[in-house]
């Protein structure tokens, strides 16, 4: 039996499953309805199985209307890739990789090593975007990014995933305060003994705002923050004016250090030593131009 695949047809496919309507998936399809039945019933009798239940509440896909679905998101996916290789070459860039990263990542790792890539390859052009964790997982399963930088997820997530994790650099959070306070003048301390005061946090969009607000949940309590800023440069220097405290990577704490008068406490808490991984979609090949950047990044591993 001959299979003939239209790209239409999978468009209208795709639209099924996420409306899960063939009134309205033939709405965004750009066709009638009776148009997208015609299609519907064509591809079934073509494939040889139904891929739609039909019900008066709507449609859901069928065990093989699901892997339909699941080689349509590849054929899709590549057609874009497509699509921008071509815009790029005529606007004269080569490529674009679209890369998601947690806060210490893009804040602390991604801008030596975005400058050596770049450098070798002039003409290609990167997206780079900071996520959660959870949030960089999906966009790389779904096929909005390329790579993803993450840390901190249960291993029941990673597993559901079905995405490749490789390890990266180990991102270790202290606490930073004013050489006069207190803490500051202990050693190692638990970050429960620091959850009475109060907080200079990041924009509750980073990731790391989220972070430690779970960590402060896991012991029934909330952080106190006063003050939200922007960057790791703007939490030491409300730290040195005395603010307040905060846990951000010790790389920042070092850094800021140097120029501004704050104290680095490391933390015994386990989770302070998170284990940053790369993940990318197994069994598929990068762009030519993307692969070089993930060797970078595998060879920058610590």
């Known amino acids: 039996m001959s299979m003939y695949f239209d790209l239409t047809d999978m468009r209208l496919m795709l639209n099924i499953a996420e409306v899960k309507s063939l009134t309205k998936a033939a709405e965004r399809t750009f066709l009638s309805l009776p148009a997208a039945s015609h299609r519907i019933k064509n591809l079934e009798n073509s494939i040889g199985t139904e891929l739609l239940y039909r019900s008066s509440q709507g449609v859901t896909l069928t065990p093989a209307g699901e892997v339909f679905v699941e080689h349509a998101k590849l054929v ?35 801008p030596a090593i ?21 949030q ?18 249960d291993d029941a997530v990673m597993k559901s995933s079905n995405l490749e994790y490789l390890p990266y650099r180990v991102n270790k959070l202290s606490f930073v305060a004013h050489p006069s306070h207190p803490l500051a003048q202990k050693g190692p301390i638990d970050f429960s003994e620091t959850l009475d005061e109060s907080y200079v946090c990041l924009s509750e969009w980073s990731a790391i705002h989220g972070f430690l607000l779970k960590a ?70 990068l762009p030519s131009f993307a692969q070089p950047l993930l060797d970078l990044l595998l060879e920058d591993v610590e």
């Open 216 to 285: 402060a949940s896991s012991f029934g309590r909330t952080l106190r923050y006063r003050v939200e800023v922007s960057s790791f440069e703007a939490v030491c220097r409300m730290v040195e004016a005395k603010v307040g405290v905060s846990v951000i990577p010790e790389t920042a704490i070092d850094r800021y250090a140097q120029v501004m008068n704050i104290t680095k406490v490391d933390l015994n808490d386990a989770w302070a030593n998170r284990q940053l991984q790369v993940c990318i979609r197994p069994n598929e090949k």
């Open 136 to 153: 960089i997982v999906q966009a790389i399963t779904e096929g909005h990014a390329d790579i993803g930088i993450v840390a901190g997820l």
């Open 76 to 110: 899709s996916q590549q057609l874009q890739y497509l699509r921008g290789d071509m815009k790029e070459y005529a606007e004269g860039i080569r490529g674009r990789i679209r890369v998601y990263a947690n806060t210490t990542a893009m804040s602390e790792f991604m």
């Open 114 to 134: 975005l400058g050596r890539y770049l450098a070798l390859q002039p003409d290609v052009s990167i997206e780079l975007r900071e996520r959660l964790s959870i």
